[in-house]
Nanobody, 123 residues
Framework: QVQLVESGGGLVQGGGSLRLSCAASGPTFSSYAMGWFRQAPGKEREFVAAISQTGTMSYYADSVKGRFTISRDNAKNTVYLQMNSLKPEDTAVYYC????????????????WGQGTQVTVSS
C-alpha cells in the first residue's frame, strides 16, 4: 500500500502560479503511475494530469494543457504539479492518486488517494 499527502495549495490571483507536491510513503513509489485530479464544488472529480512510473510519459486534460506540468522525483518519493497562468475555473480541491499499473486517466482507475489540497484562484 502507499499513503499520499498533498501540499502546496493556497489562494492565488488569476495569472499566478502554484506548485503542488504529493509525498508518498513506502519503498515502491517508482512502481506506481501517478495522477492529479481535482474536484470543484458541486462537480464530479476530474482528471488533470498523469505520469508514468519512470516519468517518460505524461498526459494532460485539454483544459490545463500548456499551463500545467506534472513531474516526479522517484528518489524523493514525490510527484509535483506546476500550475501556471491560473484561472478562476481552476479553483478546486486537488488530489493526487496512485495505481501500480500502467498510466491511465480515469478516476476509477486509481487505487490510492491523498486527502486533497485546496487551490483557490481569485479573479
Amino acid at each position: 500500500q502507499v499513503q499520499l499527502v498533498e501540499s502546496g495549495g493556497g489562494l492565488v490571483q488569476g495569472g499566478g502560479s502554484l506548485r503542488l507536491s504529493c509525498a508518498a510513503s513506502g519503498p515502491t513509489f517508482s512502481s506506481y503511475a501517478m495522477g492529479w485530479f481535482r474536484q470543484a464544488p458541486g462537480k464530479e472529480r476530474e482528471f488533470v494530469a498523469a505520469i508514468s512510473q519512470t516519468g517518460t510519459m505524461s498526459y494532460y486534460a485539454d483544459s490545463v494543457k500548456g499551463r500545467f506540468t506534472i513531474s516526479r522525483d522517484n528518489a524523493k518519493n514525490t510527484v509535483y504539479l506546476q500550475m501556471n497562468s491560473l484561472k478562476p475555473e481552476d479553483t478546486a480541491v486537488y488530489y493526487c492518486a496512485a495505481r501500480p499499473r500502467a498510466l491511465r486517466v480515469g478516476v476509477r482507475e486509481y487505487d490510492y488517494w491523498g486527502q486533497g489540497t485546496q487551490v483557490t484562484v481569485s479573479s
